[in-house]
């Protein structure tokens, strides 16, 4: 379309500005696709410019010593105009991603945060992460007696296999992520990760994307977080459970003491009456 253009206006521009027009293809298309389609068209607009344009036309020759160094600097330019807008864009697209990321995780953070207990918490954690990777999710929680819970969270979208619930079982124990998108049985169904706390692993959540779609890295860092993020919520909902059973158990010691004070106080006095009867009845037999 640009060479199209360039044909209509050279008669009223003349060559020379036919390589501006050029540029300004270079520049847009650096905005719209990556480093390497850039630099393509770069290379191929100095070519055109070259064969189509400086004279003799239709030819790679250059007549004019200064056309030849327009053609090399129009050509050193354009390379760099198009490495530049590329590195533009891929800026662009990080800083979008980072701040995909951070409203992702303040989301997810807040909806916790704000839950009125854990259950309505790990549902919101759920729902989250399936509208953010569009993929379904399943939830495994540790137990009480420290292993992972074969049945998934109510909230779960996804229902496994035996094989893949052993995988999840199996990413809990070594506390590593296993499965698809990995290094670790990449042709499993399902992408296992382990909930790290701070001091445990506190579940499994297991996620599948739909058929035909990857995660690429920045996804894969930012469901990691997610995992992260849920098995801190966990760890903080056991500690805070274990803490009330301190409590109770230090409440109920206190009564136990003070119930146990109480019933000595209150059976001194008639001991003692008793036991001075007894002495008395003692030293009457004895002087009798």
Same mark, same amino acid.
């Given at each position: 379309?640009?060479?199209?253009?360039?044909?209509?206006?050279? #008669?009223?521009?003349?060559?020379?500005?036919?390589?501006?027009?050029?540029?300004?293809?270079?520049?847009?298309?650096?905005?719209?696709?990556?480093?390497?389609?850039?630099?393509?068209?770069?290379?191929?607009?100095?070519?055109?410019?070259?064969?189509?344009?400086?004279?003799?036309?239709?030819?790679?020759?250059?007549?004019?010593?200064?056309?030849?160094?327009?053609?090399?600097?129009?050509?050193?330019?354009?390379?760099?105009?198009?490495?530049?807008?590329?590195?533009?864009?891929?800026?662009?697209?990080?800083?979008?991603?980072?701040?995909?990321?951070?409203?992702?995780?303040?989301?997810?953070?807040?909806?916790?945060?704000?839950?009125?207990?854990?259950?309505?918490?790990?549902?919101?954690?759920?729902?989250?992460?399936?509208?953010?990777?569009?993929?379904?999710?399943?939830?495994?929680?540790?137990?009480?007696?420290?292993?992972?819970?074969?049945?998934?969270?109510?909230?779960?979208?996804?229902?496994?296999?035996?094989?893949?619930?052993?995988?999840?079982?199996?990413?809990?124990?070594?506390?590593?992520?296993?499965?698809?998108?990995?290094?670790?049985?990449?042709?499993?169904?399902?992408?296992?990760? #382990?909930?790290?706390?701070?001091?445990?692993?506190?579940?499994?959540?297991?996620?599948?994307?739909?058929?035909?779609?990857?995660?690429?890295?920045?996804?894969?860092?930012?469901?990691?977080?997610?995992?992260?993020?849920?098995?801190?919520?966990?760890?903080?909902?056991?500690?805070?459970?274990?803490?009330?059973?301190?409590?109770?158990?230090?409440?109920?010691?206190?009564?136990?003491?003070?119930?146990?004070?109480?019933?000595?106080?209150?059976?001194?006095?008639?001991?003692?009456?008793?036991?001075?009867?007894?002495?008395?009845?003692?030293?009457?037999?004895?002087?009798?």
């Amino acid at each position: 379309l640009a060479t199209a253009v360039s044909f209509l206006i050279e #008669p009223f521009t003349g060559y020379l500005s036919i390589a501006l027009l050029y540029l300004l293809l270079v520049v847009a298309v650096g905005l719209r696709l990556r480093r390497g389609p850039v630099l393509t068209v770069a290379a191929t607009s100095a070519l055109l410019w070259n064969f189509l344009f400086i004279p003799p036309r239709f030819t790679f020759y250059i007549e004019k010593l200064q056309d030849a160094m327009m053609f090399a600097m129009f050509f050193v330019v354009a390379l760099a105009m198009g490495h530049l807008t590329s590195r533009l864009r891929l800026s662009e697209v990080a800083e979008r991603r980072r701040e995909r990321r951070t409203a992702a995780l303040y989301e997810l953070a807040h909806q916790a945060a704000f839950a009125t207990d854990l259950d309505t918490g790990l549902r919101a954690a759920v729902s989250l992460t399936e509208s953010t990777f569009g993929a379904q999710v399943a939830l495994f929680l540790r137990q009480k007696d420290h292993a992972l819970s074969t049945v998934a969270h109510p909230a779960s979208s996804l229902s496994l296999s035996e094989k893949e619930k052993s995988l999840a079982a199996w990413a809990f124990s070594r506390r590593i992520p296993l499965g698809k998108f990995t290094e670790t049985l990449p042709d499993s169904e399902a992408l296992h990760l #382990p909930l790290h706390g701070r001091t445990a692993v506190m579940g499994v959540l297991s996620i599948v994307p739909p058929s035909g779609r990857s995660l690429d890295l920045s996804e894969r860092d930012l469901l990691e977080a997610f995992a992260a993020l849920i098995g801190t919520i966990l760890e903080k909902d056991h500690f805070f459970e274990a803490f009330k059973r301190a409590e109770i158990i230090e409440a109920s010691e206190r009564l136990h003491r003070a119930l146990f004070d109480s019933v000595s106080h209150e059976l001194k006095t008639p001991l003692s009456a008793v036991q001075a009867g007894i002495d008395a009845l003692g030293r009457q037999l004895g002087g009798d």
